[in-house]
């Protein structure tokens, strides 16, 4: 088995045994990436030199016998969202080529702290917008499984990166399914955290109320410690919450016996591929030999969920969108010969056609005459929406769909018709607007070899618990050993 075949605890385990170093490991991830990434283009950019030295550092940390945590010299890739001292970042964006931030976003300094060494920056929607990576202004990222094939987005890079098995594992960010219906395109792991669990210091900011980073890996342990070095209460995040941070490994191996897990009968709607719906049910039939109790459950505002989303979200895009002016960062017009050339002239060039489509969108619902028909209603449905949970949660422990209606599809299948991607989100996007913990697990393939994911959403805060219930179903099974075919 190679180095770059190991799960991050696996890796882990040889760190600690001194059965292996991390600059070895780190160059078998370097290595990789440029074996494969020609092909996948997971990466926007490596950061070799910053790899290696961290790597370096860790490597000394264990000869003295004080690593830094269980992760030390464990190599990682970060979606290119999150602001990294001297490493150039995008945002997948032209708007910010060439920028290099000062700073560190938490959760990397954070990874820093932890010791893990940060390969590079990878492939996503332009400004985290899109559900396919086929938004980015730089080039569209393959599917490892298929490289015909989408691998989701926006976190479409650190999907690919984790599945093609460049890295261990990877940061993603999840607006309204971007680290989940990846994952499940890619036989991947993805956890979205509860809003306020993980800082969002530092992070290119989407939609400010929905957006949240979290863990992309190939196992449920691997996603559980990964958690645990970046959730962490922090003052420079005013939505950060101050709640206890449990052991997220502590009861991973308690199983399922005697929990009820509900199953929203609007989940299963018409327009969901035969070959996803299969597979899930026979997950679901999975847990309930596992000892868990099946409970038909209702969410009757998910309908409404979509429309409300895309009113909130580029609402949201749009007030967050506006300091990208070619004043203090990032690209500004040549041609400008007035302050108001250098804001359109280079809004206009800088952003790409899903951003735009998104600005106008939320600058409409905004709009004076507009405000209180569409956002704020948006608003208010939202709330239905997190009481429709709420209510299930009363009677269940957790909820079981599919992530994705649909397995992984071709690039370039759905760039015209911005409602068909839209939909590819119908499943996880209801969790964001409630707030609530998310995860998406491997759970089979179809006939043509493209996995499919099972989602688990949880009650706020109940991270711990998702973990425990993919990981009873995880054990039954050896998707995460199964490679894709590159």
Known sequence: MQLTDLTMLELAEKLAAKEVSSEEATRASL??????DPKVRAFLRVDEAGALAAARASDARRAAGSPAGVLDGVPLGLKDLFLTEGVE???????????????????????????LPLVGKLNLDEFAMGSSNESSAYFSCHNPWDLSRT??????GSAAAVAAREVPGALGTDTGGSIRQPAALTNTVGLKPTYGRVSRYGVIAFASS????GPMTRTVADAAALLQVIARPDVQDATSSDAPVPDYSADLEAGVRGLKLGVPREYFTEGMDP???????EALREYERLGATLVDVSLPHTKYALATYYLIAPAEASSNLARYDGVRFGKRAQDARSLRDVYTLTREEGFGSEVKRRIMLGTYALSSGYYDAYYLRAQKVRTLIREDFTRAFQQVDALLSPTSPVPAFKLGEKVEDPMAMYLMDIYTLPCNLAGLPGLSVPCGFTKAGLPVGLQILGRPFDEAGLLRIARAYEREHDFFRRFAPL
């Open 275 to 281: 070959e996803v719906e299969a597979s899930i049910r």
């Open 151 to 156: 691998p989701g987005g926006s976190s479409g």
């Open 31 to 36: 290595a990789r990436i440029q074996q494969v």
């Open 210 to 213: 929905l957006d949240q980073p």
């Open 89 to 115: 970042t995008t945002a997948g964006s032209r708007l910010l080529e060439g920028f290099v931030p000062p700073y560190d976003a938490t959760v990397v300094r954070l990874l820093k702290e932890a010791g």
